[in-house]
Nanobody, 127 residues
Framework: QVGVVQSGGGWVQPGASLRISCTNP????????VGWFRQAPGKEREFVAA????????IYANSVKGRVSISKDNAKNTMYLQMTSLKPEDTALYYCAVSGRNLIASTMPDENAYDNWGQGTQVTVSF
């Protein structure tokens, strides 16, 4: 299976916006689920957001709700995580994960439900 490739990220000041991308060149068909997770230094990886590629279900973690949105570009097989009003506590290594299945909302936060992961993208929020 062709790997998932991430891009974007970097350093921003608190209050700024940032977008990270996730390209799945091996993706076929109209189904599947894309999830975003993050891992801060010294902490376990946590769920950020997820959506079904075909639409219908998009969920966000409470910690980012209202500040984060997901979008996609079908032609490029690329998914985007747009983050606004960033806080220092958003600093983490962000991962994109793909499942070939249409996950139900209650399963989307489970990282074990995904079978193809990106390499991770660092996001640092500080002055």
């Amino acid at each position: 299976q062709v790997g998932v490739v991430q891009s974007g990220g970097g350093w921003v000041q608190p209050g700024a916006s940032l977008r990270i991308s996730c390209t799945n060149p091996g993706r076929t068909g109209s189904g599947g689920t894309v999830g975003w997770f993050r891992q801060a230094p010294g902490k376990e990886r946590e769920f950020v957001a997820a959506f079904r590629w075909s639409g219908g279900s998009t969920i966000y973690a409470n910690s980012v709700k209202g500040r984060v949105s997901i979008s996609k570009d079908n032609a490029k097989n690329t998914m985007y995580l747009q983050m606004t009003s960033l806080k220092p506590e958003d600093t983490a290594l962000y991962y994109c994960a793909v499942s070939g299945r249409n996950l139900i909302a209650s399963t989307m936060p489970d990282e074990n439900a995904y079978d193809n992961w990106g390499q991770g993208t660092q996001v640092t929020v500080s002055f």
